[in-house]
């Protein structure tokens, strides 16, 4: 059977989404999966970003990360978004690109895939589990499969979101821990062992 294709699709501002996303893309290739990383398209105005030093560098650190298609969604098999939460729902960024997909999704062409999520935010709790299950209903729509975390390693009695990885940044300032980072690849390891089962499954 061939690989299965993982799409990881962020959007990140200062880069502590995007840290997230290199560990899920990391955690998914270890697990023999074929990887895209894949960060969506920037809204902001140009004057915005230059007027935050830690945006204007992650901007420049990651203009060479591909930006986000409807192809990257068609190609995979796993869907792994990330976003920091604005207002206990995901940022506008993702939400315009997922916006883009209704050809897709008219042709069917978004069901039977499984799909996983990850957040940040600026602080304690701050709408994380909001945001993931707001990502969710998308899923739903989309005739998707979600994979989550849950309880099913013990490390996830330390990072306590069942719904997917999370992570409190203190407005930019606190790089992913090891907690993090260690849901975040427990999310994508998960999410590639349920998307074998699934194509292994729709080829038979």
Not at 77 to 102: E, H, N
Not at 149 to 155: F, M, N
Not at 190 to 195: E, F, K, L, P, S
Request: with cysteine; net charge negative.
């Amino acid at each position: 059977m061939a690989q299965v294709k993982v799409a990881v699709i962020y959007y990140s501002a200062t880069g502590t989404t995007y840290q997230m996303a290199q560990a899920a893309c990391e955690a998914a290739g270890d697990a023999g999966a074929d990887v895209r990383l894949r960060k969506v398209r920037e809204l902001a105005p140009a004057e915005a970003i230059r007027s935050n030093s830690g945006w204007q560098a992650h901007h420049l650190e990651t203009q060479d990360v591909p930006e986000a298609q409807l192809d990257d969604l068609s190609w995979a098999d796993v869907v792994i978004f990330g976003t920091p939460t604005r207002y206990g729902v995901m940022a506008a960024q993702l939400k315009q690109f997922i916006d883009t997909s209704g050809p897709l999704w008219a042709q069917g062409a978004l069901v039977n895939k499984v799909y996983a999520g990850f957040c940040t935010t600026g602080t304690s709790h701050g709408g994380q589990e909001a945001t993931l299950l707001s990502m969710f209903n998308v899923f739903y729509h989309w005739g998707g499969i979600v994979v989550t975390p849950g309880y099913t390693d013990t490390s996830q009695f330390i990072a306590g979101n069942p719904y997917g990885a999370s992570h409190t940044s203190n407005n930019g300032e606190v790089a992913p821990d090891d907690i993090a980072l260690t849901a975040t690849a427990l999310t994508a390891r998960r999410a590639v062992q349920i998307g074998t089962a699934v194509k292994k499954g729709l080829a038979g």
